[in-house]
């Protein structure tokens, strides 16, 4: 399956406990995607990579959220000191890009992953 | 405020009829749509998109018209299935904005009955 994953699918918590969320893009892609779903709610964009970089963070991401995407490849995305409110499902997504002219599979589509639920005790 | 909206929160139709799911949006910078849907517990799935330069998309029983004058674009299920049943996620995004981030509704749960 060359789609993309998320690890772990579930997780629960206390509150104040720092979590870890792990996603794994299609392997081409060069973009990746965070967002965060609530019940009754569309997904909501959170931050997003180019690559390596980190080119910008929705203000929903709080001080205690952060997100690393090393060597463009993986990414994962850790909250420290847990709240309640964070409670939720968080999505990744990933896509491949190209600027200056279409690369060979090049798609402004977005792939999910299968998301983490976080459930804050 | 709300830039895209999906006024009808659920939908139910019989197998073999037409679905149609609705979505407004009000930011006239989106220029690119996608429809995606979503069963409980999973990520949502892709299901078919249209630019901004085109007014109807087809693939296969799923069918996407765009009405940019009216902001409105619906996505037609032809003939609808028992396996179609989820949650439709209608999103925009504005790809001249770069970072083509998506703006979501909150979705129609889509029945259709045996």
């Known amino acids: 399956d060359t789609g993309v994953s998320q690890d772990p699918r579930h997780k629960i918590t206390k509150r104040g406990q720092n979590v870890t969320f792990r996603c794994d893009p299609i392997s081409e892609h060069n973009r990746l995607y965070w967002y965060r779903q609530t019940l009754g709610q569309g997904p909501e964009f959170l931050t997003y990579?180019?690559?390596?970089?980190?080119?910008?963070k929705s203000r929903l991401l709080s001080d205690r959220f952060s997100a690393e995407r090393p060597k463009g490849s993986f990414s994962t995305l850790e909250i420290q000191r847990t709240e309640q409110g964070d409670s939720a499902m968080y999505l990744c997504?990933?896509?491949?890009?190209?600027?200056?002219?279409?690369?060979?599979?090049?798609?402004?589509?977005?792939?999910f992953g299968p998301g983490t639920r976080l459930t804050v005790l | 405020d709300q830039q895209v909206k999906q006024n009808s929160p659920s939908l139910s139709v019989q197998e073999g009829r037409i679905s149609i799911l609705n979505c407004d949006y009000t930011n006239s910078m989106f220029d690119y749509f996608l429809w995606y849907k979503k069963y409980p517990a999973e990520g949502p799935t892709f299901l078919i998109s249209?630019?901004?330069?085109?007014d109807k998309n087809e693939d296969g029983r799923f069918t996407v018209f765009l009405n940019k004058s009216a902001k409105h674009l619906s996505l037609h299920i032809v003939p609808s299935q028992p396996g179609d049943s989820a949650v439709y996620f209608c999103?925009?995004?504005?790809?001249?904005?770069?970072?083509?981030?998506?703006?979501f509704g909150k979705g129609t749960l889509l029945t259709v009955n045996p």
């Open positions: 990579f180019q690559n390596e970089a980190q080119l910008e």
């Open positions: 249209i630019s901004s330069i085109k």
């Open positions: 997504a990933s896509s491949l890009v190209s600027y200056g002219g279409r690369a060979e599979g090049a798609t402004d589509t977005q792939y």
């Open positions: 999103a925009a995004c504005s790809r001249g904005g770069s970072n083509y981030k998506l703006t």
